[in-house]
């Protein structure tokens, strides 16, 4: 386990995906094995049986102890060694790691660092997926195979809507307008405004404007995994750049990314909106999304190529970068502070 | 090539499958070329021209001597070469390494090591396996992609059938049936007795018999590379724990294992049981074995994954590991007692 | 970048392929964007994006600059940077590394090297190709994943084809006929006549011969990456070992190679003749080379696994290596002739 901030809540997966059943993951270079206990809990191991090593989600469950496929050691929700077949003295070595979980927003929320430190209150959350005013459509899991901060950097980058996500998130209008960042307290936001130009395709397509719209783009990163993208327009002359929402089209586009290992996360991605749609409008919105993160995936996993190749190589760095750096140098000085006890 | 035995019969193929044509091996991480001389004898030689490294497996026969592929250098059955087309010197450095080989059992046995001690007289033997009384069936070439030593692991492991081989090899009844093991001359014996028990599905297919059984697993490893699993089933009462074998159902399940490399081996089993059955009834045995290693194959693979994973972790101790710990001393002590001529 | 020539030109594709429109390369393990301007002219450059690391051949093309498809930064045909969206100052160190391109022969050339020694006067150039009594024809660009320098022996040695190609371009009346060999300035030749023998199956199919045939076979390999293999055959007893060609069968067979990276290698292969041929017996003969260069591929495939396998092995050296062996030591010199600078 290398260089990951480890005192954190992680998104691992989606609730949805967890049932009576062993499932097995991967994040931080570990292996874990996920199951719902009989009264609804979530529960997560170590994925492997301390006596051969066979993965522990290759077994049984018995009520809701896991017995290993090899031979039968049993493990209760503590990750206790509860039965081995054949003996009656249990070896005191037999446990099996396990991890405190959370869940919230849909995802299921593992806890990798000191147990001592998990605090249940400090899961993510967005007040607005919960508000009945509010529409929360989840999305996929997608696979990346780059680094999780490249990943983080594209979520701190409202510059490249305007040259990748041209069908979609972004257009030409925008390309020259300056972006702004700040840190602020756990989190790194970055943003711009674009001002009476035309709306953007998604916007275009369930905004519903006459005219010329003034658009915004908030980044808001959660360090180190955590992307909440506020971006919303309303039609030119309304105010919204002095604050006022009132007719306007706003979605949070969250993230929540999974660090698999150096080279692979994935990116549980779902949208909550400030309008009410059915079924096959909110498919539609994301089959958008859909399109735009296959796009980012595509550049993404093409950048980690030439990093692997060109690993002692210096970029250029440009103004939209800030934001970026600010991160990174957050997500730094959380190691930085988790050093002593590593 | 590193830590293997070396002054040892391997088995390294079915004979049935080497004829008059040159096929391509791989064993303790060496390559090697095989085939039939015209008069019936096998030859073994290392695969690579010592010209160019081009695998004399690509070449062809002439007569009993091998034409590499490439320039035509010819071999004869002793790797001397013996034409080098273009020229009448043949260098005193063109020369193939070629390997002692004996057959026995349906199988080519190779020794690898200081040909000086290869004695055909120590090739394994079992021999009811040419026992008219006896009926012996050929099985597969499985490859599995775990050390082999994972594999000498699970074949000197009674206690694994009653949790991976529930629809074969085992059942639940013997779950907590304690294991004993003892080193003899050479090899390990594990072994336990499940006393008045129904029969697995395998003896209930097979062994009609009205009532409880009592059924015995006797594994012998024969160190380094081989395993004969004696196993069979009387009915209750009938003096089998004592000796008495009059009304049994009994199977010697052989397993002649190449090492192929440190993550790879392939298991060359077959059996051979004390009675007659016709060809139908005997690819129904053989189906029931290979699904029964097929699940230890899948078991096996799995745990090697998790081995590199966690190449420094200390796994925890059981009694029923006593068996495969004495397995592992012994091979090893048979690599120290090589080491100064290694 | 290792231990390769730096200071040549390299055939890195076929012209037909470059147009207007980005494409990927990669030649001595560097990744290379290549593209027609619209006047015409080939351009190369580094296939990543300072900024972030993306490929270029990701990007667009606006007018005969590059713009890059994360964020829009654009270079010009110098690799100089002209646009930063969002910013009006470029950075100096923004800048792509170009490298001098020459087109000849059908083939786009790259130097590597230091530009300061790039003559486009010294780019290879086989005169026949461009006159009109000759018949030139493209043939294909062959993938081996092999070392370049392997395949240069393969094209230093007259040899082999007795052995490797007998369906094409070679028989076995020239098994053991001796091969010739010496170093001329900057390149080596390597040759061998065939006195009086049936022609090979290429020249019996398209030279009309009545009776036996002298054939000649001269290799010239231009180090460090070209062969111009002239072969060809007249009717015994017309005098073609003494010189007279008048009436013979006369083909240029050339091999532009690309070093990939150390395990591959792109053979761009073309054949000119002295007869000309319509359409069908051009496309007969490029099948003929494309069967016999994927003979060369498998054996030269296989050779690089065994090298691989056995990095240390001392090779047997014999008669008809000493081409190869001064095509070797030839590169080899210029190697260290730029070690001061490299």
Redesign the interface.
């Known amino acids: 386990m290398s260089n990951y901030v480890l005192n954190t809540w992680y998104p691992l997966t989606w609730s949805r995906n967890v049932g009576h059943a062993l499932t097995a993951h991967q994040i931080l270079?570990q292996?874990v094995v996920l199951y719902r206990t009989e009264g609804g809990k979530v529960i997560a191991m170590e994925?492997?049986c301390?006596?051969?090593?066979?993965?522990l989600s290759?077994g049984k469950l018995r009520g809701d102890a896991i017995?290993?496929?090899?031979?039968?050691?049993t493990y209760d929700c503590s990750g206790k060694c509860v039965r081995?077949?054949?003996?009656d003295l249990i070896?005191s070595?037999?446990f099996v790691r396990t991890y405190p979980i959370h869940e919230n927003m849909g995802l299921v929320w593992i806890w990798m660092g000191d147990p001592a430190m998990a605090d249940p209150g400090k899961v993510f959350d967005l007040p607005q997926y919960h508000d009945p005013r509010w529409s929360a459509v989840e999305g996929d899991a997608l696979e990346i195979k780059a680094n999780y901060l490249n990943l983080a950097?594209n979520l701190c980058d409202p510059?490249?809507v305007?040259?990748?996500h041209l069908s979609t998130l972004g257009n030409a209008a925008s390309?020259?307008?300056?972006?702004h960042s700040e840190q602020q307290d756990g989190k790194v936001v970055t943003w711009r405004w674009v001002i009476d130009a035309p709306p953007i395709p998604l916007f275009a397509k369930h905004g519903h404007f006459k005219g010329n719209v003034d658009r915004w783009h908030y980044y808001y990163y959660h360090a180190p995994s955590i992307a909440v993208i506020d971006f919303g327009s309303a039609e030119t002359g309304t105010g919204a750049p002095e604050g006022r929402r009132d007719n306007c089209i706003q979605i949070f586009a969250c993230h929540f990314i999974t660090p698999v290992d150096q080279d692979t996360c994935i990116d549980h991605w779902l949208h909550v909106k400030n309008f009410q749609a059915d079924a096959q409008v909110n498919a539609e919105l994301s089959a958008d999304f859909r399109v735009a993160f296959s796009e980012d995936k595509?550049?993404l996993e093409?950048?980690q190529r030439?990093?692997r190749?060109?690993p002692s190589?210096r970029?250029?760095?440009?103004?939209?970068d800030a934001g970026s750096q600010r991160m990174r140098r957050l997500v730094e000085r959380m190691r930085e502070a988790e050093a002593p006890t590593a």
Not at 50 to 55: A, D, G
Not at 67 to 73: A, D, I, T
């Open positions: 270079e292996q994925d492997a301390p006596h051969r090593l066979l993965p290759m017995e290993c496929g090899y031979h039968g050691m081995v077949p054949g003996q070896p070595s037999a950097d510059a490249h305007s040259f990748v390309e020259d307008v300056p972006v595509t550049i093409a950048i030439n990093e190749r060109l190589r970029t250029v760095k440009i103004a939209i």
